[in-house]
């Protein structure tokens, strides 16, 4: 079992910056790889980023590459997202989820999930 606590949320203009953090515990962290996917009102849960178990390689959805980055500190089981250069449309609950080994950009092959943190922007 992996606990997983989604923070960093808030509401921010156009063009700032946040970084959400996402702390497990339960588990050997370092054997899960990690994702981030986001979900509007309204819409479905989209894959955002991902990154292996030893944070060697990281994977992003089109809409978010040159702006948000993933990272991972094992020695904290915390997995990062920072998000610069915010636009309105990046609006939703940002969840982190953790998968065994493997990662994935489909949010039916993780098993555990974050509570979700709150990000609004404003234009």
């Known amino acids: 079992q992996v606990q997983l606590v989604d923070s960093g949320g808030g509401l921010v203009q156009a063009g700032d910056s946040l970084r959400l953090s996402c702390a497990a515990s339960g588990r050997t962290f370092s054997n899960y790889a990690m994702g981030w996917f986001r979900q509007a009102p309204g819409k479905e849960r989209e894959f955002v980023a991902r990154i292996t178990g030893s944070g060697g390689r990281t994977y992003y959805a089109d809409f978010v590459k040159g702006r948000f980055s993933i990272s991972r500190d094992n020695a904290k089981n915390t997995v990062y997202l920072q998000m610069n250069s915010l636009k309105p449309e990046d609006t939703a609950v940002y969840y982190c989820?953790?998968?065994?080994?493997?990662?994935?950009?489909?949010?039916?092959?993780?098993?555990?999930w974050g509570q979700g943190t709150q990000v609004t922007v404003s234009s």
């Open positions: 989820a953790a998968r065994y080994y493997s990662g994935s950009q489909f949010s039916a092959d993780y098993r555990y």
